[in-house]
């Protein structure tokens, strides 16, 4: 089942993949995420820049092989719905997705994201900024405000699960005054 939350997050991650805001999702806008990911982390490895621009163009292939519904080539909201009737068919892009985004934030490679390299990367992705410090607080931040890459890396996961509720990543989807 899904959930109000998942529908909230159904609606915000099509806006947020359609980052050129035409109404459609298209190669075009997973070129500019990944353009404005990378320069949100001036320090990243190469590797690491690579590994996130493949993982947004596994991520455009992966829509269109399945939610392409007219086969024009891009991907509107009606299609984009059906995203949640078979989540699990996304498992293993979203999962190379959150593992890439994570380690971007990870430039020093000590295995913490900082807050100033996760509010950049989630800036860039579209984010609004409250809701981006609500999420990070959300995760419990350790000693020197940080957190695990591994943590974000779940919660990037869990977030594309539509059945998911009551997850940190709800504090991206409306007032993130709670
Ligand atoms: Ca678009
Ligand atoms: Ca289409
Ligand atoms: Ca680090």
New binding site residues.
Partial sequence: MTTPHALDRVRLVFELFDADGNGHIEPADFVLMGNRAVAAVPGAQDSATARLLDAFQQYWKTLESELDADLDGRISFEEFQAVVLSPERFDATVDEFAEALAGLG?????????RPEFLALMTAIGFEHANIEALFDAFEPVEGD?IPVATWADGIRDYYRPEKAGIPGDHLTGAAAE
Avoid: A, E, H, L
Avoid at 106 to 114: L, Q, R, S
């Fill in positions: 990870d430039p020093d490679g000590d295995g913490f994201v900082d940080r």
